[in-house]
């Protein structure tokens, strides 16, 4: 029995590639299909990459052009040899007949591909994300069926990855783009999020003491640790380390400004030596 | 795509969520060390923006010759074509380490790129200094002086001077936004609505632990301090050496000469000088932009470090004050 798949984790890029490859879809094609590469190791499937794959679909009939997939696999094994093919995803809302063909077509790369779809359609304004594997279903030697079992959905992060899409959510300017933010504004903004965390804190903790909420043990144990690990520390210790940390990043600003200036002088000095001689 | 030299051809570079995400994940991927991971840009100009709307790795250069590169790049192209994506070439990117990517590799790949393609740019990705809250991302061109020097292979003092081509100037940098379909920000507003771990990288973005940083950026500043040394001593050792050549001309020039009025006076042919200007050759002149590069290179490091402490001097302050309300509370 081939290992059954149990959990799908997917990183953000692929989603986003298969947003932008139904946008550019051609005018026919009500959706678009693709391979998923990644790696699978026991029950779980991580999800790293994706191409789309340029397929016909019709009522009654539906085509992919498996060598271009063959060959773009190949392509994007020159750059990373440990990818392989965990399976394929699918635009729009449902499984279709369709469907369990494309399927048997990536059942031939991989024993148990996974089948992703993203409902680009928003149907009930949501875009479903549903990762499904197929079992074979019915008694055998007679009708059989295929099965599509939805698998769980995780989404994974490389920690820059993550801090991108928070980027795309929080930096938009007037006209809808995103700004690389400036570093000062970066502290303003971190030191608002932790300001807002601590009235949510100090709301619940009112609410607790008024009574409007029940107190969770184990909450309050959170809480009692959080504010332990605050360390004590003396106040004009305290102060001499920040100053000497200021210090530090002073001393460091002064010495590399010294070395543009420099720099500058140099320029000057080379470019007046040649206007002399 | 002809090479257009008009004016400023590009004013802003807009990147698709997408490329940036590709980018990120093809350098958390590779194995870094200082072997920068590369790939190309796809895209349109519009305007004066150009969009960048897709992109592909190249695979290490060790694994593949030019030919297979040349051809993995066409079969990746004609296959992107295939489903709809730009395939216009417009650029390619570069991880980096610390940001010490300006070398003079750096300028012949754009320098290659900027002379077929007019409006070729290059993105740098620096994973190093992503880990604080911003993505270190940006863009780059040559200046449309130093294309033109670096062309004619002219790159002396002088030519330098009358063009204006200082190192601040060499590589103006572009402003990138990032921009998400309609239909990529309802994905956005999905995927945060699905996880529900908190945002880890806000407990690590204000720690004050800045020595690690500091202590790399000067290492990387002071290498290319020790270069730029080397070639300013080059220079100068240039310089001297040919003043005493051309001393050692003079002197065999008029040894030559009294030579022949010597032969004249005994009625000889004279010998004619140009033997002795073939064999006194100046030495070579050294490239001036071998001193350039570091000190671009420096310029880049200096900046970054005083962006980096003017961040510190934020967070230090805002912890003295937290601690100073919590002890003012206490008492």
Redesign the interface.
């Given at each position: 029995m081939a290992a059954s798949v149990k959990l799908c984790k997917v990183h953000p890029v692929v989603f986003f590639a298969i947003v932008d490859s139904y946008e550019r879809r051609s005018e026919d094609s009500r959706r678009v299909i693709g391979t998923l590469l990644g790696s699978c190791e026991g029950g779980v499937v991580e999800v790293t990459s994706s191409f789309c794959v340029p397929h016909q679909e019709s009522e009654e009939e539906v085509a992919v052009d498996m060598e271009f997939a063959r060959n773009m696999y190949d392509l994007h094994r020159k750059v990373d040899p440990n990818e392989a093919i965990v399976g394929w995803y699918a635009t729009g809302p449902d499984v279709t007949e369709h469907s369990i063909l494309i399927h048997d077509y990536y059942s031939r790369e991989n024993r148990t591909p996974v089948h992703l779809t993203v409902d680009t359609s928003l149907k009930d304004a949501h875009m479903s994300i549903v990762a499904y594997t197929s079992t074979k279903i019915g008694v055998p030697g007679s009708t059989e069926g295929t099965l599509f079992a939805p698998v769980e959905v995780e989404i994974v992060y490389f920690p820059p990855e993550k801090l991108a899409v928070d980027m795309f959510l929080e930096n938009k300017n007037e006209q809808g783009l995103v700004e690389m933010s400036s570093e000062l504004k970066q502290i303003s903004k971190a030191a608002s999020n932790i300001s807002d965390l601590l009235d949510v804190m100090m709301k619940y903790i009112d609410d607790v003491i008024a009574g409007r909420i029940a107190s969770d043990h184990t909450v309050g144990r959170t809480l009692m640790d959080m504010i332990d690990s605050t360390p004590q520390i003396d106040p004009d210790k305290l102060h001499d380390m920040v100053t000497d940390n200021l210090k530090d990043l002073l001393m460091v600003s002064y010495l590399s400004s010294l070395s543009k200036t420099q720099l500058a002088i140099q320029e000057k000095l080379s470019n007046l030596l040649l206007s002399n001689s | 795509m002809e090479a257009t030299m008009n004016e400023e051809p590009v004013e802003l570079v807009?990147l698709?969520?997408?490329v940036?995400?590709?980018i990120?994940?093809?350098?958390?991927?590779?194995d870094l060390g200082l072997i920068p991971a590369q790939g190309v840009l796809l895209g349109l100009m519009k305007g004066t923006c150009l969009e960048i709307?897709?992109c592909f790795?190249?695979?290490?250069e060790n694994?593949?010759d030019y030919d297979e590169t040349t051809n993995?790049q066409m079969?990746?192209m004609r296959?992107l074509r295939?489903?709809?994506?730009d395939h216009l070439h417009v650029g390619w990117y570069q991880t980096t380490y610390y940001s010490s990517f300006l070398n003079k590799a750096f300028l012949e790949s754009q320098y290659s790129y900027q002379s077929s393609i007019g409006e070729a740019v290059a993105l740098v990705y620096d994973?190093t200094r992503?880990?604080?809250?911003?993505?270190a991302?940006r863009c780059f061109r040559l200046s449309n002086d130093v294309m033109e020097s670096y062309k004619s292979g002219d790159i002396s003092?002088?030519n330098c001077?009358s063009q204006g081509i200082?190192?601040e100037n060499m590589f103006p940098e572009i402003p990138?936004?990032?921009?998400?379909?309609n239909?990529?920000q309802?994905?956005?507003?999905?995927?945060?609505d699905?996880?529900i771990t908190p945002?880890?990288?806000?407990k690590d973005?204000?720690s004050?632990g800045?020595?690690k940083v500091?202590e790399n950026?000067?290492r990387f500043?002071i290498e290319s301090?020790d270069q730029?040394n080397t070639e300013?001593s080059k220079y100068v050792q240039y310089n001297r050496n040919v003043a005493r050549l051309n001393q050692q001309k003079m002197q065999a020039l008029a040894k030559r000469q009294l030579e022949n009025r010597e032969r004249l006076q005994r009625g000889e042919r004279a010998v004619p000088d140009d033997d002795i200007t073939r064999q006194y050759q100046p030495p070579h002149l050294p490239s001036r932009l071998d001193a350039m590069m570091p000190?671009c290179q420096?310029?880049n490091?200096?900046d970054q470090?005083?962006?980096?402490?003017?961040?510190?001097?934020?967070?230090?302050f805002?912890?003295?004050s937290v601690?100073?309300t919590s002890?003012s509370d206490q008492q």
């Open positions: - | 807009q698709d969520g997408q940036l995400l590709k990120i994940k093809h350098a958390s991927v590779e709307t897709n790795p190249f695979p290490r694994t593949l993995y079969d990746m296959n295939n489903v709809n994506i994973p992503t880990n604080q809250r911003d993505i991302i003092l002088s001077i200082s190192f990138v936004v990032v921009r998400n379909s239909l990529q309802c994905l956005i507003a999905e995927l945060n699905q996880e945002k880890v990288n806000n973005f204000l004050l800045t020595s500091l950026s000067v500043l301090m730029l300013s000190a420096i310029n490091y200096v470090i005083n962006d980096y402490a003017a961040q510190n001097y934020g967070k230090l805002l912890a003295e601690y100073r002890e």
